[in-house]
């Protein structure tokens, strides 16, 4: 049986989830068989990958692979970074924990789009007209 060398966990985030693999060493970080700069372009979305291994300070040491599934990007790219912060609690746990769990990464962000409500006019907050005569 060969060796895992990895450390696997899942994140999500609205309709989105993301299966993560954390390697040890260098090697490209990989989205859905894209690198992660060409599915999730712009410097902004690139620091929020990035934030796990800034945090941890260990972008030299490890690199990722994911496979995501449902929601727009930004779900997709919290679903990445909450499976990546998870991925490395498992690699060392005292290391890392405390430092993801200060700035936010461990927890999943349960906020999901409110359904619509009967009787409102098909959308979730709105509130039929009312008749003026």
């Not at 390697?23 to 970080?29: A, M, P, R, S, T």
């Not at 998870?86 to 498992?90: E, F, T």
């Given at each position: 049986m060969a060796k895992i060398n990895y450390s696997y966990a899942g994140g999500k985030r609205k309709e989105s989830s993301a299966r993560v693999r954390v390697?040890?060493?260098?090697?490209?970080?990989i989205v859905n068989g894209i690198s992660a700069e060409k599915y999730f372009p712009g410097a902004v979305m690139e620091s929020v990958?990035?934030?796990?291994?800034?945090?941890?300070?260990?972008?030299?040491?490890?690199?990722?692979?994911?496979?995501?599934?449902?929601?727009?990007?930004?779900?997709?790219?919290g679903a990445v970074v909450n499976g990546i912060a998870?991925?490395?609690?498992?690699i060392s746990e005292e290391k890392y924990k405390k430092e993801l769990r200060?700035?936010?990464l461990l927890t999943r962000d349960s906020r999901i789009r409110q359904r619509r409500m009967v009787g409102m006019g098909g959308k979730s907050r709105r509130a039929k007209q009312s008749p003026k005569r």
């Open positions: 390697f040890k060493g260098k090697g490209e970080n990958w990035k934030k796990p291994f800034r945090v941890t300070e260990t972008s030299e040491k490890y690199y990722f692979s994911a496979k995501v599934v449902g929601g727009g990007k930004q779900g997709q790219l998870k991925a490395l609690v498992k200060k700035f936010g």
